[in-house]
């Protein structure tokens, strides 16, 4: 099974590397971008039988640092082939 783990920090964290990014798009004219805030995405293949809890905990104890970052696992559902 496939798995997303998106990772971001939480609000009121500084982000320099959104700061970064926000001053760069600007730089090349894209004004209308009001704020930028980064983050990462963890995919995982994990055994179907993995449970919620083993992913929850996997990110709490590695993925995640929870004193500054939130994260959100998103299941994928497998590809289905066209017959």
Known sequence: MKVHIHVSL???VLDPQGRA??????ALGFSGVNDVRAGKLIE??????TSDDDLDQM?????????????RIEKLEPKRENA
């Not at 995982?44 to 039988?49: C, I, P, Q, R, S």
């Not at 990110?59 to 994260?71: D, P, Q, T």
């Open 21 to 26: 990014i926000h001053h760069e798009l600007e």
């Open 10 to 12: 939480k609000p009121g």
């Open 59 to 71: 990110c709490r104890k590695l993925l995640a640092n929870m004193v500054i970052e939130n994260y």
């Open 44 to 49: 995982l293949d994990v055994a179907d039988g």
